[in-house]
């Protein structure tokens, strides 16, 4: 069993449509981060939720992480091709900032 | 472009072979982070070094050692190479070595072991 299960998996929707991806876990984290890989290219950081129950907002993109601080949710309105990538969400479980990753969902939005 | 820079940025090589990746953090960044991203594992973690010094160890195999030099350099190295160890690898730096602050990722270096 995974540490942190991302879902779905794969995702293909159509320019304009909105979505939600999740990242969850049995286990309760102090923080979680959200990334972006694009291909050929390293994971970039989008966010980082500390508190139970945050909303962040990122111009289309909207981060929650759940009151129990074990899940979280990447919304996406108005998709773009521009936002096709690999979501990977990430924990520190050591507090040395060694990062955990998630399963990763690949986001595909066709023009 | 995140100031992390790799080289080389593809590697292909022999089953038994050793290689050699570099990475040269971000200006001022002291912590050095290297992952592994292979189709069957994702991204892992493999080890860390703040100042020249080794901080954590991850998911790193006895075939793989790195070090820190002064210059704040890393460079990760493989050996006995498996095919299995084809992946993706990426070294990420950052200015703080806890508290998960932002970690910079650098492009990768490919390896392909035949």
């Known amino acids: 069993t995974q540490l942190l299960e991302q879902s779905p998996q794969f995702l293909s929707i159509q320019e304009g449509e909105n979505l939600t991806v999740y990242c969850n876990s049995s286990?309760?984290?102090?923080?979680l981060q959200w990334y972006r890989q694009e291909p050929g290219e390293g994971p970039v950081l989008l966010v980082t939720v500390v508190t139970g129950g945050e909303v962040k907002k990122l111009k289309r993109l909207t981060f929650q992480f759940g009151d129990a601080r074990k899940d979280s949710s990447l919304h996406i309105t108005a998709a773009q091709p521009g936002d096709t990538g690999l979501y990977l969400c990430a924990v520190d479980q050591t507090g040395a900032n060694n990062l955990f990753f998630g399963t990763g969902t690949r986001l595909t939005v066709i023009p | 472009d995140s100031g992390v820079t790799q080289t080389p940025k593809h590697l292909i090589t022999a089953t038994g072979q050793r290689v050699t990746l570099r990475c040269s953090p971000r200006s001022g960044d002291l912590s050095v982070y290297w992952y592994q991203q292979s189709l069957d594992q994702g991204l892992q973690f493999l080890i860390q070094y703040y100042n020249g010094e080794e901080r954590a160890k991850g998911n790193i195999l006895e075939r793989f050692s790195a070090q820190q030099f002064p210059d704040l350099h890393s460079e990760l190295n493989l050996s006995s190479l498996e095919l299995g160890d084809s992946a993706l690898y990426f070294c990420?730096?950052?200015?703080?070595?806890?508290?998960?602050?932002?970690?910079?990722f650098g492009p990768g270096t490919r390896l392909t072991v035949t």
């Open positions: 990420a730096s950052s200015v703080e070595p806890s508290g998960m602050g932002e970690q910079y």
């Open positions: 286990s309760v984290f102090s923080s």
